[in-house]
């Protein structure tokens, strides 16, 4: 598993879904905040240890979501995270959930880093931002 190709799996359970029997819309945002979590867990990062050592929080800023195909009780998702842009103090992500090769969901993501105590927009961590500078330019240099 590529850390700039990131992708964490996740089965859909009847409490997903809705009384149609698809997964509810909100789902899908829980589902691929699972994923970026095990993205960071993957670049070395423990939410809890950023909080309590860097003294940062990440927190959603904005997001965008294409719902295309709907998933179903029992389906097996991909969910692809891929990071897009890191800025001063927040980073931008594509996110794509996928069941059986077909897309489902298209999704882009900001999030922001903020101070823990004061929730205050800070930069990102040198530390972390150099893991993830490292990440998208090996993303580009993929792309090209």
Not at 15 to 44: C, I, K, P, Q
């Amino acid at each position: 598993m590529s850390i700039h190709q990131f992708s964490w799996p996740v089965r859909v359970y009847y409490e997903d879904t809705d009384a149609g029997g698809v997964v509810y819309h909100s789902n899908y945002l829980n589902f691929m905040e699972r994923a970026r979590t095990e993205w960071l867990r993957a670049l070395g990062y423990e939410q809890t240890t950023v909080k309590d050592e860097l003294g940062v929080i990440i927190v959603v800023h904005s997001l965008s979501i294409n719902f295309k195909k709907p998933a179903r009780f029992n389906d097996m998702l991909e969910i692809h995270c891929k990071l897009a842009n890191v800025r001063h103090g927040s980073i931008e992500m594509a996110q794509t959930i996928i069941c059986d090769g077909v897309e489902l969901i298209q999704a882009h993501i900001k999030a922001a880093f903020v101070d823990a105590e004061t929730f205050r927009p800070v930069a990102i961590p040198n530390v972390i931002k150099q893991d993830m500078l490292k990440i998208q330019a090996v993303h580009l240099h993929v792309v090209k």
